[in-house]
């Protein structure tokens, strides 16, 4: 059974939660990757950061569905959620902009479990981990290329 130490990218870019995100952006693009961990002053993984949470921010502000009875207004979503959103179009830092406490894996993960994790879950990038300590990650194609070695 392959498992996730089997297929981890061990030589892993990392930004920290002090990197700018016109940095994080450029070096996304530059190494053709889709997210990076985010990295505490412990080295410990605290976050992920992906293409996806950067372009979140050219989102347009969804306007909240409300309803009004005896002039009273009752929002239909909760303000927590609009709050949430608000934070991710205007982040302006990295902590602001990336996923907390991201799904992580172990490295005797089964390679079936990631599949699962994403494409249920829509995940791209999945940091392997030991307790807080990054061991490596893995990316969509690390677990495409698994099905060339069985040709």
Do not use: R, Y
Not at 28 to 45: F, S
Not at 46 to 70: A, R, Y
Not at 100 to 125: C, G, R, Y
Not at 127 to 134: I, Q, S, T
């Amino acid at each position: 059974m392959i498992k996730a130490k089997d297929i981890m990218e061990t030589n892993v870019i990392c930004v920290s939660l002090d990197t700018e995100i016109p940095k994080a952006v450029k070096i996304l693009l530059k190494n053709h990757i889709n997210g990076v961990p985010v990295m505490n002053d412990q080295e410990e993984l605290v976050g992920i950061l992906c293409q996806s949470d950067l372009i979140f921010q050219q989102k347009e502000m969804p306007i909240p569905p409300i309803f009004t009875i005896l002039d009273s207004i009752i929002p239909l979503s909760s303000s927590k959620k609009l709050e949430e959103t608000l934070q991710k179009i205007s982040a302006a830092t990295i902590t602001q902009a990336m996923i907390k406490n991201p799904v992580t894996v172990t490295a005797d993960t089964p390679v079936s479990e990631i599949a699962s994790l994403m494409v249920e879950k829509h995940f791209h990038t999945i940091p392997v981990v030991d307790g807080k300590k990054l061991l490596g990650i893995i990316g969509k194609e690390d677990v495409l290329k698994t099905l060339i070695s069985k040709e």
